[in-house]
T-cell receptor, first 112, second 114 residues
Framework: DTGVSQNPRHKITKRGQNVTFRCDPI?????LYWYRQTLGQGPEFLTY????????KSRLLSDRFSAERPKGSFSTLEIQRTEQGDSAMYLC??????????FGSGTQLSVL | AQSVTQLGSHVSVSEGALVLLRCNYS??????LFWYVQYPNQGLQLLLK??????LVKGINDFEAEFKKSETSFHLTKPSAHMSDAAEYFC????????????FGTGTRLQVTL
């Protein structure tokens, strides 16, 4: 059990560029979640997968955001045409059956 | 809709003193309630959870929380603070059944002084 791994740890990009983050969950965890955390706030739910199926998406997830989990293992979160308001920590978590979430260390996105 | 409110964005205690971090919830259905801790540059770690069994829940590192329906509260306590407890603490609520979609509070930063 190596924990939830997120890459990269930090990403700096210019406004309008596309970025992609990767999350590798704990092996055999069937659920994978994405959250976003801004300074001084708690994490906000974005979306979650059970195996490869995306079961729920928050209204926070605009059309510029897309998440995939193609083989039910790792997941990617892509943000197109980034805006300064997208600057945040993007957290990934995984669980077995949804009981206890294990969080990764996050990807810190800075949009200049 | 469900929500949690954490009273006090910063709490400072002396080493060895009682830790009390406050959380009040709002939920239209019986809630599941959680406390998470976040150390710098690390992911959130579950301290304890309430899932409608015993109202007094014990977690890791001597933390505990009591579910009080009449007060809609789920405050986190620890009898004696340690320097290593300095971190950000988040209360969270979910609809029951699973922890799939957690709604977090804004967090309380705990400072422990000598």
């Amino acid at each position: 059990d190596t924990g939830v791994s997120q890459n990269p740890r930090h990403k700096i990009t210019k406004r309008g560029q596309n970025v992609t983050f990767r999350c590798d969950p704990i092996s055999e965890h069937n659920r994978l979640y994405w959250y976003r955390q801004t300074l001084g706030q708690g994490p906000e739910f974005l979306t979650y997968f059970q195996n490869e199926a995306q079961l729920e998406k928050s209204r926070l997830l605009s059309d510029r955001f897309s998440a995939e989990r193609p083989k039910g293992s790792f997941s990617t979160l892509e943000i197109q045409r980034t805006e300064q308001g997208d600057s945040a920590m993007y957290l990934c978590a995984s669980s077995l059956g949804g009981e206890k979430l294990f969080f990764g260390s996050g990807t810190q996105l800075s949009v200049l | 809709a469900q929500s949690v409110t954490q009273l006090g964005s910063h709490v400072s205690v002396s080493e060895g003193a009682l830790v009390l971090l406050r959380c009040n919830y709002s939920s239209s259905v019986p809630p599941y309630l959680f406390w998470y801790v976040q150390y710098p540059n690390q992911g959130l770690q579950l301290l304890l959870k309430y899932t409608s069994a015993a109202t007094l829940v014990k977690g890791i590192n001597d933390f505990e929380a009591e579910f009080k329906k009449s007060e809609t509260s789920f405050h986190l306590t620890k009898p004696s603070a340690h320097m290593s407890d300095a971190a950000e603490y988040f209360c969270a609520v979910s609809k029951g059944g699973t922890a799939s979609k957690l709604t977090f509070g804004t967090g309380t930063r705990l400072q422990v002084t000598l």
